[in-house]
């Protein structure tokens, strides 16, 4: 088992990274925008579950797979 590791150095600001890979100020400021986007939509959109197979519905019973015998 390896033993446990401490972060005690900062983390990198989004600009930092950005400067780093030296991707453009414009792109950076897209992509804020973006990400503000969406997080706005988020929050105030209507949080709607994801279908499952079963159109969301719960099972009846539940049916253990089973493997076929050769």
């Given at each position: 088992m390896s033993p446990k590791i401490?972060?005690?150095t900062p983390f990198p600001t989004?600009?930092?990274v950005a400067a780093y890979?030296?991707?453009p100020a414009e792109r950076v400021a897209?992509?804020?925008r973006m990400i503000?986007?969406?997080r706005?939509?988020?929050v105030a959109g209507p949080h709607k579950k994801a279908s499952s197979r079963n159109g969301?519905?719960?099972a009846s019973k539940v049916v253990k797979?089973?493997?076929s015998k050769k």
């Amino acid at each position: 088992m390896s033993p446990k590791i401490i972060i005690t150095t900062p983390f990198p600001t989004p600009e930092e990274v950005a400067a780093y890979y030296r991707i453009p100020a414009e792109r950076v400021a897209e992509l804020d925008r973006m990400i503000a986007e969406h997080r706005a939509e988020a929050v105030a959109g209507p949080h709607k579950k994801a279908s499952s197979r079963n159109g969301g519905r719960n099972a009846s019973k539940v049916v253990k797979a089973s493997r076929s015998k050769k």
